[in-house]
């Protein structure tokens, strides 16, 4: 079910990048406010780091994920995230 490994990442004011916290990640797939099914396909693995299903669209997941980490105060204005994914299943076979 966890077939691909996505890197999170807060880009700051300078550009620089940073692993988000697994504690942020946690907290969004623990409390996840959207309560789409989809989302249930994730895992937090390690600061900056996120397994998930194939099912599971990146694009969705980041904006969502930036819109949570900016309600908990976790991102400042001029700050964004990324989320990319970095390893797949597929890839390997």
Do not use: Q
């Amino acid at each position: 079910m966890f077939a691909r490994r996505i890197s999170v990442e807060r880009i700051d004011a300078a550009g620089v990048r940073h692993a988000c916290p697994i504690a942020w990640i946690d907290n969004f797939a623990m409390r996840n406010f959207t309560n789409d099914p989809v989302f249930d396909d994730t895992l937090p693995r390690a600061d900056g780091v996120l397994e998930a299903g194939f099912r599971v669209p990146l694009d969705r997941l980041c904006a969502d994920m930036e819109d949570w980490f900016r309600r908990k105060g976790y991102l400042k204005p001029e700050e964004r995230l990324e989320v990319l994914e970095v390893e797949s299943l597929k890839a390997r076979e």
